[in-house]
C-alpha cells in the first residue's frame, strides 16, 4: 500500500480514539467525526494537533450528516485506503416488549445506517488492497438477552461485513467484522456500571489487534479479539 489514508468513525474516544492514535503514530493520515466539537477539539489538544489529523463533528445516523463527513475527509486526504465504522451507541439493556421505540430506531440509525452510508460513499474512492473494518460485538453472534436494538444492529453489522466482503472479493478489498471483546470504554462502563473498568484490557490492545490484520492481509471474515 503506498498511501496510507484512514476514516475512522466515532474516534473521539474509546477504542476509536486509541485507534486513531496509532493509526498516526504509524503515518497514516486519519479523519474522524464524533457528535461533539468539544470533544474533537480535546482529542486534537491531547495529541498536540498532529499532522494528518482532520476531524468534523457529525451525525452518522443521518444520511446527509454522514455524506457531508465523508465528503469532508476525501477533501482533505484524497482517497480511503483503511475505513473503520466504530462509532456507535448502546441504547436501553431492557426486555423486547418494554424496549422504546425512539431508543430502538435511533440505534438502527447509528449502529446500521450509519455504517451503510459511510461504506457507500466511501467506496468509489477504495481501490485494491484496501480495508473495510466494521466494529461488531460479542451480542451481534450469539443470543444476548435484554441487549435489544444494540444487538439486532450487531447482527446486522456482522451479516453486512460478510455479504460486502463477497462483493468487493473481486476489487481485492478484504472486509473484517471485528468483535473487540469486553474494552475498557465509556461503551463498556455504561452496559456494565458495577464492572471494575481496570480487571478489563484498554483499547490500545484492540486498535493493535486490529493493525495486525491488516499487515498480516488476513483474508475477509469474521474476527473476535485475541491477545
Ligand atoms: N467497549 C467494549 O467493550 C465493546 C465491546 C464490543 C463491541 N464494541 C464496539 O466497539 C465500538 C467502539 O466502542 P467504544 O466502547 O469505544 O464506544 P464509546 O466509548 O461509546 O465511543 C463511541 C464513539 O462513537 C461516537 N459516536 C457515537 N454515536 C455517533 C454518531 N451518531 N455519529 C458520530 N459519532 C458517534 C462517540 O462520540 P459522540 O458520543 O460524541 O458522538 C465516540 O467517539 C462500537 O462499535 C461498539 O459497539 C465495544
Redesign the pocket.
Known amino acids: 500500500m503506498e498511501k496510507k489514508r484512514a476514516i475512522v ?9 486509541a485507534l486513531v492514535e496509532r493509526l498516526l503514530k504509524e503515518g497514516w493520515e486519519v479523519c474522524t ?4 466539537e468539544e ?1 474533537l477539539t480535546k482529542l486534537e489538544e491531547e495529541l498536540r494537533r498532529p499532522r494528518g489529523l482532520y476531524r468534523k463533528v ?4 443521518e444520511r446527509e ?1 454522514a455524506k457531508s463527513f465523508v465528503m469532508f475527509c476525501l477533501e482533505r486526504m484524497g482517497g480511503i485506503e483503511l475505513l473503520v ?6 441504547g436501553e439493556r431492557l426486555p423486547i416488549e418494554e424496549y422504546p421505540e425512539e431508543v430502538w430506531e435511533e440505534v438502527i ?3 446500521l445506517n ?1 455504517v451503510f452510508y459511510v461504506t457507500k460513499y466511501c467506496l468509489p474512492h477504495m481501490g485494491e488492497g484496501s480495508f473495510i473494518v466494521n ?5 451481534g453472534k450469539r443470543p444476548a438477552p435484554y441487549w435489544g436494538a ?1 444487538a439486532a444492529s ?1 447482527f446486522g453489522v456482522e451479516g453486512f461485513s460478510l455479504l460486502l466482503a463477497e462483493e468487493l472479493k473481486e476489487r481485492g478489498i478484504r472486509v473484517y467484522a471485528l ?10 462502563a ?2 456494565y456500571p458495577s464492572e471494575d473498568p481496570k480487571t ?1 484490557k484498554t ?1 490500545d490492545k ?1 486498535a493493535e489487534f486490529l493493525l495486525k490484520l491488516i499487515k498480516s492481509k488476513a483474508p475477509s471474515g469474521s474476527y473476535d479479539f485475541r491477545d
Not at 85 to 90: D, R, S, T, V
Not at 135 to 139: M, W
Not at 179 to 188: C, D, E, H, S, V
Request: with cysteine; aromatic share 2%; net charge positive.
Open positions: 468513525t466515532g474516534g473521539s474516544r474509546g477504542i476509536g480514539k467525526c464524533s457528535r461533539k470533544d457529525c451525525n452518522l445516523g450528516s465504522n466504530n462509532a456507535a451507541i448502546l440509525r447509528v449502529n450509519g466494529l461488531s460485538s460479542g451480542a444494540y450487531k468483535n473487540p471483546g469486553a474494552t475498557r470504554t465509556q461503551m463498556r455504561k452496559a478489563l483499547p484492540v
